[in-house]
C-alpha cells in the first residue's frame, strides 16, 4: 500500500481544513487508518484512526470534537476533516496504515505498516 497526504495549507484560527489520503493497492480496505502529525521539535503524535471497515473510530484527545476523520473504501481514500483549528494543531500531518486498530497504547514506528509522505497544516493565530 502506497500513501500520499495531501490538502494541508495555511488557516487562521477557527478555519477548517480537510486532509486527504490516497492509498494504492488493493487491499486498503484491510487495514486501519491513522493520522498522525509532528510539530516542529515535538513527538510524532496520534490524531486519530479508523477501522477497516469505518465501524470504529479513535482520537486522541485535543482533537475530539473538532476533527472528524473518515474513510471511503471504493475510492481508497482517507480523510481528516479539521475543525476549529487552533494554533497548537499547526503540525506535519501524515496518514499511515496498519492491520489492526489499536485499542490501547501502541508504538507507531513498530506498529503501523506503511506511512505516507506528510502534508504541512499551518495555523496562525
Known amino acids: 500500500v502506497q500513501l500520499q497526504a495531501f490538502g494541508g495549507g495555511l488557516a487562521q484560527a477557527g478555519d477548517s481544513l480537510r486532509l486527504s489520503c490516497a492509498a494504492s493497492?488493493?487491499?486498503?480496505?484491510?487495514?486501519?487508518m491513522y493520522w498522525f502529525r509532528q510539530a516542529p521539535g515535538k513527538e510524532r503524535e496520534f490524531v486519530a484512526a479508523v477501522s477497516e471497515l469505518g465501524g470504529r473510530i479513535r482520537y486522541v484527545d485535543s482533537v475530539k470534537d473538532r476533527f472528524t476523520i473518515s474513510r471511503d473504501n471504493v475510492k481508497n481514500m482517507v480523510y481528516l476533516q479539521m475543525n476549529s483549528l487552533k494554533p497548537e494543531d499547526a503540525a506535519v500531518y501524515y496518514c499511515a496504515a496498519a492491520g489492526v486498530l489499536y485499542s490501547g497504547t501502541f508504538d507507531s514506528r513498530r506498529d503501523m505498516a506503511y506511512w505516507g509522505k506528510g502534508t504541512l497544516v499551518t495555523v496562525s493565530s
Open positions: 493497492g488493493r487491499t486498503f480496505s484491510t487495514y486501519a
